[in-house]
């Protein structure tokens, strides 16, 4: 089993910044992708960004140039700086792991943060 841990979230004002870190920890394959989804209210979940334990990493067109994920493969722990936040960003954002083992697929989930941008 895997444990996912966010911290960072809050409110800020447009234009400020935040930085969320997630935490992993427990039975986890070095080879794996972590990620940063996030949920509007009405809104599906969508990717906002994720990086492979290589460094590999992809974005939202919505936050590339605004948004930086970052791994410390030491720690098992994941960050996302977030800079120039827009209203349009406040959501809960969720932490992702998944990697495969044995051609399974195993998929664990953060509680959840929340990101609220006043305007």
């Known amino acids: 089993q895997v444990r996912l841990v966010e911290s960072g979230g809050g409110l800020v004002q447009a234009g400020g910044s935040l930085k969320l870190s997630c935490a992993a920890s427990g039975n986890i394959l070095s080879s794996n992708t972590m990620g940063w989804y996030r949920q509007a209210p009405g809104n599906q979940r969508e990717l906002v960004a994720h990086i492979s334990s290589a460094g590999v990493t992809d974005y939202a067109d919505s936050v590339k140039g605004r948004f930086t994920i970052s791994r410390d493969n030491a720690k098992n722990t994941v960050y996302l700086q977030m800079n120039s936040l827009e209203p349009e960003d406040t959501a809960v954002y969720s932490c992702?792991?998944?990697?495969?083992?044995?051609?399974?697929?195993?998929?664990?989930w953060g509680q959840g943060t929340q990101v609220t941008v006043s305007s």
């Open positions: 992702n792991m998944f990697f495969l083992r044995f051609s399974v697929k195993y998929d664990y």
